[in-house]
């Protein structure tokens, strides 16, 4: 159960984003483009996923925050992204970026190395391997999948964040990283979030929904409080869509059912952050 007053700060994120309804522009991977967009509906946020080189910024410039995802990168999408952070820096726009392959391709790995001491995102979201690779410390994966001997876990989780906060409050970013643990840190404070289920990795592009759920918060909040309340929010509705499912398929379906009609209650009942 999450305590009292933090709990308070959550509801009222979700109850000002829905009352606002802020515009969130999405530049992401066409495999995960539907999904993302329908995470952001599902908790009263507005999607707009566009991603043309003429027009991306002055979109950006409309919207309340950018949304990146260096998912299944194209030349013509990098440029999207490189002219809406450039305007979204300008209009004090939140950028939310996801490091998809960071720790699989050198590319990325470079882009995002010049990218970010450039655009200063506020929040940076991946899986281990790849924030580990954004970080410049030690990393391997053969593919988009986190590495399965680098998962933050209770026994490896204080060192994990003595490490990630560091060069969170070096770089004045927060980092989102996901997996059967979601770790969040602005770099002066650190949580570890338990909520979740293993049928969350047999559907593609759960980690892109999350870090489109975290934009669709970013304009109303504080990023830490962005990043936690997407985190547990969408965790919890895995674990009440996996109740109702009978394998990916319905999993899938059940998923933004539950997104939608998760109460402040379900959060403060079933939320599991842990300060470290």
């Known amino acids: 159960m999450i305590d009292h007053l933090f709990a308070q700060k959550l509801m009222a994120l979700r109850q000002k984003t829905k009352k606002i309804q802020p515009l969130i522009h999405c530049i992401t991977n066409p495999i995960s483009i539907n999904d993302c967009a329908n995470a952001i509906l599902a908790v009263g946020s507005r999607p707009i996923m566009v991603e043309h080189p003429a027009e991306a ?3 950006t410039t409309s919207a309340a925050a950018l949304c990146l995802n260096l998912g299944s990168i194209t030349e013509a999408r990098l440029q999207a992204m490189k002219l809406s952070s450039e305007a979204a820096n ?3 726009i939140p950028i939310i970026l996801d490091t998809v392959g960071a720790s699989c391709s050198s590319f990325r790995k470079n882009l995002l190395g010049e990218f970010i001491p450039l655009r200063k ?3 940076i979201k991946g899986n281990i391997s790849e924030i ?3 970080c410049g410390m030690d990393c391997h994966s053969s593919g988009v999948e986190a590495n399965s001997s680098q998962l933050i876990n209770k026994d490896n989780a204080e060192e994990y964040s003595r490490l990630l906060s560091s060069w969170a409050k070096k770089n004045s970013t927060v980092l989102l990283v996901s997996g059967p643990m979601d770790y969040v840190t ?4 650190s949580y570890l979030i338990k909520n979740g289920v ?6 593609t592009g759960t980690g892109c929904m999350l870090n489109a759920l975290t934009a669709a918060y970013a304009p109303v909040g504080l990023p830490i409080e962005a990043a936690l309340l997407a985190a547990v929010s969408f965790g919890i509705a895995g674990e009440i869509a996996a109740k109702h499912s009978t394998g990916p398929g319905t999993f899938h379906m059940q998923l933004f059912d539950a997104l939608y009609n998760l109460t402040d209650a379900d959060i403060i009942t079933k939320g599991k952050i842990t300060e470290l």
């Not at 602005?186 to 404070?189: A, I, K």
């Not at 293993?198 to 559907?203: A, E, L």
């Open 57 to 59: 910024a002055e979109i």
């Open 90 to 92: 300008k209009n004090n």
């Open 121 to 123: 995102p506020q929040i």
């Open 132 to 134: 580990l690779a954004v």
């Open 186 to 189: 602005d770099g002066n404070v």
């Open 198 to 203: 293993p049928m969350m990795g047999n559907i």
